[in-house]
């Protein structure tokens, strides 16, 4: 019933407006993230059934993360819902240089972290499904909830569903030690594996004299099928630049970079995540499928809050004239 | 150095704009409440000198507390921080009848609910004071929480300071049988005790034929100097009437009803209570601290957010003349 | 697979802040509404599988008709596109005695006001639902729009399913002749009648000498299974009071009426509807239906929007206690 | 050119959001007003050729209040113009009982208060007027203020202009004392006056039974053409009951009270005024132009901001039908 | 009476804060634009006496266009008035690299589109004026509207005025070949034309090797008096680059290139339009028109709204000095 | 009780969002600053306890500002209140390139200008402080605030307390020349000054070949201890680069150059002169301070309104990675 699955976690988002610094806001504009939620809006938008699975506690907070996955069409029956717990929040801050931007969690205790293995029967919620999906961020949770993620990676492997991992590293959830141990415990089921140099080095120590390097030992080390590894550079907080690159069969796919203006950068990554998968489920061309995720990752960047409010016709139309900046009119 | 410290829990509220739901808010004002944060700003207002203590995480969110604290000229120079812990947040419905407001609370595992007896040294902390005032809140929010609250005043008995407590039930924090067995370990200790006549039946189970009755059986059962027992009328959500009453050595106080127009209802108890207790420390009478004190909660239901944004000028210029509703220019 | 298909339009509402008037607005706030929307949203709350059927162009406020139906869980996947014509549009200003408020319809030239009776197959789409529901509006907005709702009740109708019509007039959109006119033409396949005193006199002439009169006479005239007759007070624009009777096979069926604060009238006729039909399918009991449908109506006037973001537990503590106005913590 | 002629100030108005305190503003919702500037407005907007006549910084602030006449069709041209001074503003806090809104002033050294007899040729601008209108504020803001006022009043006397008036007494700009030897000047060449109750007890110490026995004795020792007496009642912050009354060659002329829910009370005497006056210049009748004014005024009280954004039509429609609060769709 | 008179449509402009997509809206920015209405507005703050030509609906929205205009001193009494038809209106999307920012008009139908020649009587209403001006967009709209806005260049022509055009291809309103056709028509009684390349290239097919090449081709095929070029680069959405030139009687004007941060670029063609008319009238020299229309249309693109905020003393500092970006204070 | 002493004026900032020009503003955000007052309540965020002293209208404009210093620690115990006076305001446009951003002043009037000697006991006051800091603005405000300026200068000069100054020449308050006769007064008691190059040259007419040479000849004319000089490349609005450098007992210091991104500039050079000033108290060395200062100054320019919403660790963790601007999570 759904190509693709992901679970995790997905929270309240409370950013002060206008650059204001936490301390000194008066309000707080609202909306609704979290990786695996953000990929499977993004693929939902991009036409991929696709279904959200978290546990979500019943209440006010809660059923608004549920409307806000229905509203980009993404399936939400499978989500666990509590009288306990509480929902994650997390609060942004968005800098100018040479001030970062800046997330403060509060996300301890929520519903998801408290998951349990009995709350989901991954072997009937998998079947008939063609990715799963999952990140280093829900391993990094709880112990619970990082063994509901491993289960279900281990329970797709095994039925030969496609599964796919974002290391997605956070320094504010654990430390680069205990990533590594529970990681590796992900690795041996992972099919495609969604990383960065940085994070690919803090968590496993991986090295290289360049991206491709990297990627080809990430993928010798784990067996992957793909590799991608996402490039950020960083000139100013409001002036990034993007691309991407991938590994597969001991090809390297590379493709532009894209000059990007940051209204919002949080959720790029699962942009990229989302329009590569797409791709996989829809061109079965892993070089199209990177040139789609970047083109996605880069609209991503121009749009406020975590999710990607494009279509596939925006993709494919920054995709046939990358450089046009004209009003459109 | 202070004449009054209150102890308890500071919170981030979060209201959406306009009697939103809060399902259906993209957006949230924000504000800093608590009860005894409440009563601490509005008798630094009245220009009482009071210190808040409570304990609060080293972040923006906890410093925000502080700041609003300072804001009101209270001393925060006893609160305890902590690099652990969460800050307690609360999310406000604003109602219009038939829907009353609501308050959903996300204050678990905040860091003043962690509080142990070893962080506040309530001997040295309360030498010099005149007034000790905490509530049932506190009492409710954990096991430590309320051993600690206890502490202070058994303490401040002991030293002759003068124990004012808020009773204050919250059904969403705990249940009445447990009110019940934690409050009366409190009451020994307290010389003055705010109270309604829902939440004296909900707690002790005492009633009586109208609320100087009620008033006259606390005092007896708890061998209190000062009971004031509020009054509240609630026509609708937006209109109400307000008053109170309070009994003290044998003599039952009264004053007139104000009629209200709510803003923001939250906090006007707490508007109250510090009313009061400046007009103990005041005028030392008690028919004129009633009076002060329901002039001072009137007020408060026409301001939004939880605090008591009045001058003593201003409270003072409404018992003169409280009918008096004409634009001032 | 639904349970319910409602036919009919859904336009952006453009609404200046703080009773500002048009002319004066310097902003609008966007909600979603629309009669047969806000039906379909508000029995999609209240659990009741609902699909809304419509014509939307394929631009970015289409879409964002689409996503607010899905975000409450309403099927879309009847909706007709088109990349020609516009989404209707409202402006609302809210007023303040003696002001009352006041609708700017720019819905002419809308998708829905064009379609074509092959954009939809009714057989094929109704097969399997329980009721079907459209109203008068949609038969005000053009005569193809006509007689696509006509098909549909007359289809409904032939394959025993219970048929739904909300007469509300709007003097906006057409002149009481024609209203009687095309009117008269859906009441033969109508099975239950939603309207008012006023909406009955004004599009057929029928008056009584009080409501159950009129809903005596609207049954016997047309044949109908249920009536049901709301009734509004306007004391002022900010209080209204608000009760329904029901008519069913010779009964008449009563209930309590409720004080109101208003914060959005805008859709209450539309929650009660819904409510009324949820009590259908669920009690199958026309008292408690109306009561039912009255609390849900009741509530909505306390929401901004058309829409009714209430959940089914809400209703049902309000009906436990229509009174109750205290704060809820 | 004109009909009417307006002199005084028009101020920034800045107003904090939601019934906040001053205090606690966090931003502040701007417009323009002041008296007589409310005046032209309501006058030009009613169809009546208007001028307003002032003294304006040439600076963005000065602009902006000569751009918010114009865009009301308001004639400007003959606003006196400096590079020196400031535009006067006023501070708005709306309250809700028991709080009555306030008036903050800072219009001290404004341009208008440092007007010079040379910096208007009276006799040139009058010439071809029917009516001229200050107040008594214009009368408060300076000595030479206050002689230009009564050079405009006494011209237009002598030029056989009606000339009118509204004693608008401000406490938080002069004494009673001082009002009544000011404006004592004034009244010997004053046809039209407005006033209330209270304004005529504080400034002439005139008293009767009601306001009938007010109007006649105001009548009697100015030698007025005609007594304009409005009258509120403010059983709260948030719903007043306006009336007024007119005296005129010995008739008494009274009108229907409205019940008036309150988004915004300043301005509506200054819509009266107006109303009064487009009466003079339309109807030549003294209990139309009563009538008018009142519905008038009953509709100012429903707008935010000083001005009365209605059009003649609406009015009329009040006048029609005072008591229909139905939303108009 | 008028020295400038416009012609054409201005539009309701909604617009989402903070760079958000249209489809993720919950509110707009509301302002009134249109490329004729905001060369009129601009021409009245320069001093320029200027009337704004359109047809209007009689209706609130229809008033706030009107009212804006007479808000710069812009004439409106020849506007045509009407109680059917609606005003246009467009919603657009602001982006940033590399999402370019985007319109989506709705202003099929509008009260403009359906104006017919008997409703201007353009002899009489262009006597003594000195420029008429108007557009493609305006040709664009309906055939209608064309033929009014032909017939007045035909008009101002055969009267000796100097008419205006703005080339202005809008590939959302018509296609290529229809524009070709249509403003061909309009090509023979032009005097002044401002396009840009891109235009040129699309509506007539005229290129040339560069901007110099393309101006004398116009200026020969169309027997113009003056032909201007503005040349827009777009390094990215929020720094663009801007200068234009001018050609008439054989000579080249050149100007310097301006660097722009973009806070809104609508509106800064309208900007340069009206500077370079200014010029004409003021200066009666095409290099000091086009140094002033360069800096008044690099000042619009940091100002919210279509239109130009600024005053003929903002220009004239910044043609002093162009490149000084200190604050002043 | 206070390690610095600040004194001067404090003002309501009021700024129309989103670039818009203070003409077209329909509103403001509400901030306080004045030149002074940021560096008290940088130097108290920063840890240093640090008094307020100044004049303030006894209103709630003027409560808002004492609020705002004690939000931050600011002691305010010795701000004079009076009843009569107003409190200045100033009005902020920002600017993008080519629009420089600009203050408007609506200052004049304002209590602190009418301070008088007899008003500060500064004797009193200064005893046991470390550091007196006032600038030319308080200078320029008005005779008797210079008088009270400089009095206290020349106070804790005598009393052996540093000394500080920064010049802040501004050219809306004062011409270059009276800068010069009253600043003279003033530079033989001040031991460290903070200024510019171009200020310098305003004031003084001291030019050098570079900043060193300034700085340099600075020293040597005033006999100071330190001098700063803060420098600005302002290559557009929305970027700037800072660095500034410190020269003392024949010592230049200089640091790294910052690339900003400009949220606010406004109150960036008193982030400068309270990180320099907390240096001195802090590190006692020169260089140290200077970086300090410069970091906290480049912290600033993210940050909307006047203060310095930062954090010692924060500013230290610019200076340990001051190129570092990935998103912190």
Do not use: C
């Not at 019943?58 to 306990?84: C, F, Q, Y």
């Not at 990140?135 to 329970?155: D, N, P």
């Not at 569903?161 to 320094?171: E, F, G, P, Q």
């Not at 991608?228 to 590994?247: D, G, M, Q």
């Amino acid at each position: 019933m759904h190509d693709v699955i992901t679970f995790g976690e997905a929270m309240l988002r409370l950013s002060p407006p206008h650059f204001q610094r936490l301390e000194q806001a008066s309000g707080f504009e609202l909306t609704v993230g979290g990786t695996e939620f953000n990929v499977a809006v993004a693929l939902s938008r991009l036409g991929i059934p696709t279904a959200f699975v978290s546990r979500l506690p019943e209440n006010p907070l809660g059923r608004m993360v549920a409307n806000k996955a229905r509203e980009h069409g993404v399936d939400i029956s499978h989500i666990v819902w509590t009288e306990a717990d509480r929902l994650g929040l997390y609060f942004l801050e968005l800098g100018a240089s040479p001030r970062a931007s800046s997330v403060l969690y509060d996300r301890a205790h929520s519903a998801i972290s408290r998951i349990r293995q009995k709350d989901i029967n991954w072997k009937r919620l998998l079947a008939g499904t063609r990715i799963f999906h999952t990140t280093g961020i829900t391993a990094a949770l709880s112990r619970s909830a990082a063994q509901v993620a491993l289960k279900g990676m281990h329970t797709a492997k095994s039925l030969g569903i496609t599964t796919s991992l974002d290391l997605n590293y956070r320094a504010k959830l654990w430390s680069e030690a205990e990533a590594q141990r529970v990681m590796s415990l992900f690795m041996p089921y992972v099919d495609v594996l969604f990383t960065t140099e940085e994070d690919t080095y803090r968590v496993f120590k991986i090295k290289g004299k360049n991206y491709a390097a990297v990627a080809r030992k990430l993928h010798q080390r784990f067996k992957l099928k793909i590799v991608a590894i996402t490039l950020r550079e960083t000139p100013s907080v409001w002036h990034n630049r993007w691309t991407a690159i991938a590994f597969a069969k001991g090809t390297l796919y590379e493709d532009i970079t894209y000059d990007l203006e940051i209204v919002d950068r949080v959720g790029s990554g699962d942009a990229f995540t989302a329009g590569f998968l797409f791709g996989l489920l829809t061109f079965d061309d892993i070089h199209k499928s990177l040139q789609f995720a970047n083109a996605s990752a880069a609209l991503k960047h121009s749009i406020p809050g975590d999710l990607s409010w494009v279509t596939r016709a925006e993709v494919e139309k920054l995709l046939a004239s990358p450089r046009s900046l004209r009003i459109s009119r």
